[in-house]
């Protein structure tokens, strides 16, 4: 004879089911999330670093300093930025700063940027690091036609935020830094690198 069902192993087996099925559900949300929506840093790239004015007399440089940028988020929702800044070093020292203003770059989307400000004048130093020196012609002298240089550091910061799924934010913290090389008789750029 066929013996009746118990209701307690009928009742085990259906919770039994329903908690894989809610674990694999779950990993793969955790899974897609790693994978597709894992928030990620926008990526700066200086394209043009250019000084519109440029003078030096008596031991001391001042200047105008420009820089371009593009700015790409790779997210899948609106990078938003604020708490951003440009910062210049030269010999180890900060001589100019600005604010970059807030603002929000599109998901995939990259957005074009300028920060110009004048930089007052300080004085510059007659040490191989970082200060005005000459270039070498390989042969133990100053080259023929060469020009002083000077090195100046730049720092991008951009500070801000990306929303993931709706619900999540996540800080983001992007840095780029470049090393410029400028002629002083000038101001031209000899080339920068990031």
């Known amino acids: 004879m066929n013996e009746p069902r118990r209701p307690g192993r009928t009742n085990l087996a ?5 908690t894989v099925f809610l674990v694999l559900a779950v990993a793969v949300i955790v899974i897609v999330y790693l994978c597709v929506f894992k928030p990620k840093d926008p990526k700066i790239a200086v394209n043009a670093v250019r ?19 593009a700015v790409k ?34 998901a995939g989307r990259t957005q074009y940027m300028l920060a110009t400000f004048a ?3 300080f004085p510059v130093t007659q040490t191989p ?21 000077m090195e100046i550091e ?3 910061k951009l500070v801000g935020r ?9 800080s983001v913290d992007s840095r780029v830094s470049c090393s410029v ?7 031209s750029v000899l080339g920068f690198h990031c």
């Open 14 to 18: 259906s919770c039994i089911v329903a």
């Open 51 to 69: 000084f519109p004015t440029f003078s030096i007399s008596n031991g001391t440089v001042d200047f105008t300093f420009s820089q371009y940028v």
């Open 73 to 106: 988020n790779p997210n899948r929702d609106a990078f938003t930025h604020y708490d951003s800044s440009v910062q210049l070093v030269y010999s180890g020292s900060e001589v100019g700063f600005m604010f970059i203003p807030a603002g929000k770059i599109d």
């Open 119 to 121: 930089v007052k004048s």
């Open 129 to 149: 690091l970082g200060g005005v020196t000459a270039l070498n012609d390989g042969v133990g002298g100053v080259g023929m036609g060469m020009e002083p240089t």
């Open 154 to 156: 730049s720092r991008m």
């Open 162 to 170: 990306v929303r993931v799924l709706w619900f999540f934010t996540h």
């Open 181 to 187: 090389a400028i002629e002083v008789s000038n101001g």
